[in-house]
């Protein structure tokens, strides 16, 4: 049996129909119940109602107060968040002008040049005992710098940039660990201040403003001391 032809007009309208049905979604009924359906609702039962027993309305009242109270809720947290985005724009925007700048900032990466004295600043939160520096390169520790007891505040050690044998450490990146014991013998971490250069700001998942030092460690803006 011949088929009959098919004209571009009945085959736009058969592409039209089977993309309908395949958009479930757009044809789907409005599944959100808004204050107009409520009115219209409210509207209907007291038309419905037996004269009898008449309803009372105090109920469907209070529901749709309550729900213009959370469609209030639900507007005004959109505006705060949009606020909040728009904020945290400025933010990145005014942060940018640290990139570049030297700071003084709380990490354990730490630029040493060969053949020059590097200072390691500690910032101790209470007194500690047998405070020890371990400085360790990416083969492994380099060298331990021991120091007796010191009260809390901030400290400053110098190291001659050489390892345990007396041989000068090249130029690079050098990783800082420093501890000691408290009053009770535990051991507790110190944290130390590097100084280092801005390169870029971003923005981390959790919301806060974060610094990529030279070293390619990331802190908080806060952690930052000092900046010149």
């Known amino acids: 049996m011949a088929q009959l032809p098919i004209s571009s007009e009945q085959n ?10 395949t958009n479930a979604n757009r044809n789907a009924p409005d599944k959100e119940l808004g204050q107009a359906d409520f009115l219209r609702l409210l509207t209907t039962q007291l038309q419905n109602q037996d004269p009898n027993k008449p309803m009372d309305p105090t109920n469907f009242v209070t529901d749709l107060t309550q729900m ?9 947290n959109s505006s705060m968040q949009a606020m909040t985005a728009g904020f945290q724009s400025m933010q990145v ?27 390691i600043r500690m910032e101790l939160d209470q007194p500690l005992e047998d405070v020890t520096i371990v400085i ?7 060298r331990e710098l021991f120091q007796d007891d010191l009260n809390a505040g901030e400290k400053i050690v110098d190291w001659d940039g050489k390892d345990s044998s007396g041989n000068p450490m090249p130029s690079g990146e050098y990783t800082l660990t420093v501890y000691g014991s408290d ?13 280092s250069q801005v390169r870029s700001i971003s923005l981390s998942d959790e919301g806060t403003m974060k610094a990529t030092l030279a070293t390619g460690e990331r802190v908080d803006l806060n952690k930052i001391r000092e900046i010149s």
């Open 93 to 119: 925007m005014q942060s940018a002008a640290l990139i570049g700048k030297n700071v003084q900032a709380e990490g354990d990466q730490m630029s040493h040049e060969e053949g020059q004295v590097s200072q």
């Open 12 to 21: 736009t309208d058969y592409v039209k129909a089977m993309q309908q049905a």
């Open 183 to 195: 009053e009770e013998g535990e051991l507790q971490s110190i944290d130390t201040i590097v100084p």
């Open 68 to 76: 213009s109270q959370l469609e209030a809720t639900n507007k005004m």
């Open 136 to 142: 360790t390169d990416k083969n492994g520790p380099v």
